[in-house]
C-alpha cells in the first residue's frame, strides 16, 4: 500500500543538493514516530524498515490507512498547511527514517524543479492508489480485500517471480487493514494456506497463484 520512488540516496542527495538539511533516526519496531494530533511540521522518509499509518475515531475505533516500505513519504499533509497529524505513524520493522523541517521542503518544491516534478509524480501515484484502495473497499468481499492486501504487502510483481517473504504482519492489523474482525482474518488466511495461495516458512510467504483468486468473477 505504498508507492516507491527512487532509491533513499537519490532523494537525501537530490534534497541535499537543494539545500535542505535532514536528520536520520533509527527507530525500534513498533516505536512511535508521530502520534495522532500532534504537529505536522515535519516530511519523514523511509530509508529502510516498514511503517503502518492508523487512525483512531472520537469513538476509539482503529483503523490501519496505509503501510509504508523503503523509499516511501510520509508526513506530507505539513506541506499543504495541515496543523495536526491526522495519523499515528508506528514502526512494522527496525527502521531508518530521514525528517525534514516541511517549510524547508517546501521552499524546494517552489524553486527546484527537478525535485518539484519528481515529488509531484510520487504524490499521483500515492492518491491514485488511494483510490484503488477505496475501491476495493466499497466493492469487493472482505476475503478478496485480504488476498489483495496481501499481494501489496508482498509487493509481488516488484522483484520476486515466484513469491515475496516479509516480517509478519499481525493478524489484527491485517483486520484494521480491510475493515474486518480478527477471526474472519485468520479463517481466510488458513483457508489460503489449505488453497496453497500462501504458507508460514521463515515469515509469510505470499504466492504469485493469489493473484489468480482475486481475477476469479
Known amino acids: ?6 532509491g533513499a540516496v537519490d532523494v537525501l542527495a537530490m534534497l541535499q543538493a537543494a539545500g535542505v538539511t535532514g536528520t536520520v533516526a533509527s527507530y525500534a519496531e513498533k516505536q512511535i ?21 492508523t487512525v ?8 490501519v490507512i496505509s ?19 491526522l495519523a499515528t505513524a508506528t514502526t512494522l520493522t527496525e527502521c531508518s527514517v530521514a525528517a525534514f523541517k516541511s ?9 527546484k524543479h527537478d525535485f518539484s516534478e519528481f515529488f509531484i509524480s510520487y504524490l499521483l501515484s500515492r492518491n491514485a492508489r488511494i483510490e484503488e484502495d477505496l475501491a476495493d473497499q466499497l466493492v469487493n468481499p472482505s476475503e478478496k ?7 501489496l504487502l508482498a509487493r509481488l510483481g516488484k522483484d520476486d517471480a515466484l513469491g515475496s517473504v516479509y516480517p509478519r504482519v ?38 504469485r497463484s493469489l493473484l489468480n483468486f482475486i481475477l476469479r468473477d
Not at 1 to 6: L, Q
Open 1 to 6: 500500500m505504498a508507492h516507491e520512488p527512487k
Open 33 to 53: 514516530i508521530f502520534a495522532q494530533g500532534s504537529p505536522a511540521d515535519t516530511l519523514y522518509y523511509i530509508i529502510r524498515g516498514r511503517v503502518k499509518l
Open 56 to 63: 483512531v475515531s472520537s469513538r476509539g475505533k482503529e483503523a
Open 67 to 85: 503501510i509504508l516500505h523503503r523509499n516511501s513519504f510520509f508526513g506530507e499533509g505539513g506541506l499543504a498547511g495541515q496543523r495536526v497529524r
Open 103 to 111: 517549510k524547508d521542503v517546501r521552499s524546494v518544491i517552489q524553486e
Open 145 to 151: 480485500r485480504l488476498a489483495r492486501a496481501l499481494l
Open 170 to 207: 499481525d493478524q489484527e492489523t491485517l483486520a484494521q487493514m480491510i475493515g474486518t474482525t480478527r477471526s474472519r482474518v485468520s479463517f481466510f488466511m488458513n483457508k489460503f494456506r489449505r488453497q496453497g495461495f500462501i504458507d508460514y516458512d521463515g515469515g509469510l510467504r505470499v504466492h
